[in-house]
């Protein structure tokens, strides 16, 4: 009878560590499985990172006068900075149109300060960029004369 418990015990222990290992490897199998799901399918890879533009080519348009408030005139002048991806130099027409109706009627004491300006031209940037369907980089005020 005592040989009968020694075999029993002896069988326990190697079931045991069999079963063990079958458990851990199919956490490991599972959890490595959930894992590789995850960064497949809800992770986004590193190919798909959308690149700045670069800058290419500077066109200078003309000076025009805009007309400001209680007789007062805007002369200004800019230059539109293409991307290099651009296929050609942009045309100016559509930046014209966009800074008149960015200025026009404005006052003086209203286009005066700096941040004024600044806030001004950057509502002028992203009106252009959109017209151009961002083939333009940047806008740059080359004259800025108010009367």
Known sequence: MAKEKE???AEAPKKSKKMLI????AVVLLGGGGAGAYFMFFKSSGEEEVVAPEPGVVVALEPITINLEDG?????SIALQATIEAHEEPDGSKALDILISQFSNRSVA?????????EM????????????????????????VMQ
């Open 110 to 118: 209203e286009l005066s300060t700096n941040e004024a300006r600044d």
């Open 22 to 25: 079958i458990i851990v490897l």
């Open 7 to 9: 075999a029993e015990g």
């Open 72 to 76: 007062h005139f805007l002369k200004v």
């Open 121 to 144: 031209k950057k509502e002028l940037v992203e009106k252009i960029k959109k017209a151009y369907e961002e083939e333009v980089y940047d806008v740059y005020f080359t004259e800025f």
